[in-house]
């Protein structure tokens, strides 16, 4: 089954998926450089698992986007009640046990 790819930028394809976290990473970005405010949440912390979230989708290429989107979500409503550091360590074990378990 090919996937099909909206673009590539030299060795990289990205489809309409990681062009969308390519473009909330720079708006998380602008956010964090003119000191705007979002609700609740800590804009760097958004940012790093933006960024994780990326590195995790080319890391597992075969990964299921729902069970992705779950976990980001999660992370998501973590980072309002824990530390990043918890946060971090959520979900790269998450991803070890989905490897392990053979889910992803």
């Known amino acids: 089954m090919t996937q099909r790819h909206m673009f590539n930028l030299g060795k990289f394809y990205f ?3 990681e062009l969308f976290l390519l473009l909330a990473s ?3 970005f ?3 450089q003119f000191n705007f ?3 609740f949440f800590n804009p760097f ?7 994780f979230t990326l590195l995790a ?22 980072t309002l009640y824990m530390p990043m550091f918890q946060v971090v360590l959520f979900y790269a074990l998450s991803f070890v046990f989905l490897k392990v378990f053979r889910v992803i």
Request: aromatic fraction near 12%; charge should be positive; hydrophobic fraction near 60%.
């Open 15 to 17: 489809s309409k998926k």
């Open 45 to 51: 912390n958004l940012l790093v698992l933006t960024v």
């Open 57 to 78: 989708k080319g890391f597992f290429t075969t990964t299921n986007d729902s069970v992705l989107f779950i976990i980001f979500l999660a992370s998501i409503f973590l």
């Open 26 to 28: 720079i708006l998380l």
């Open 37 to 39: 405010t979002v609700s």
């Open 30 to 32: 602008v956010i964090m």
